[in-house]
């Protein structure tokens, strides 16, 4: 099992970034896919959630109307379109695919976890 992100870096505030996160080694279109960032000193908190076939997305309130989710099953990816970003969205940030239909709202619902890519927003 294999979950790579990829896309992160330093943008100024107010710019944009895209995330994608390829997995392998599992059957990517049965799982929900997640979309985790944790700040230095803070929990790892959930950002975006997708279910298996995209027919219900939840998003973090204060990336709302700024952030977007969305999966390629036949790509077996996830991404992460990010938008009008601000110092407060820096973080590490993480996928994780989780069996079954449900949402899951903390990091120990996750059964596999990608290893991370920083992503820091200058004022």
């Known amino acids: 099992v294999q979950l790579q992100a990829f896309g992160g870096g330093l943008v100024q505030a107010g710019g944009s970034l895209r995330l994608s996160c390829a997995a392998s080694?599992?059957?990517?279109?049965?799982?929900?896919m997640g979309w985790f960032r944790q700040a230095p000193g803070r929990e790892r908190e959930l950002v975006a959630h997708i279910s298996w076939n995209g027919g219900s997305i939840y998003y973090q309130d204060s990336v709302k109307g700024r952030f977007t989710i969305f999966r390629d099953n036949a790509q077996s990816t996830v991404y992460l379109q990010m938008n009008t970003l601000n110092p407060e969205d820096t973080a590490v940030y993480y996928c994780a695919a989780r069996r079954g239909s449900g949402l899951g709202l903390r990091p120990y619902e996750y059964d596999f976890w990608g290893q991370g890519t920083q992503v820091t927003v200058s004022s």
């Open positions: 080694g599992f059957s990517f279109s049965s799982y929900g």
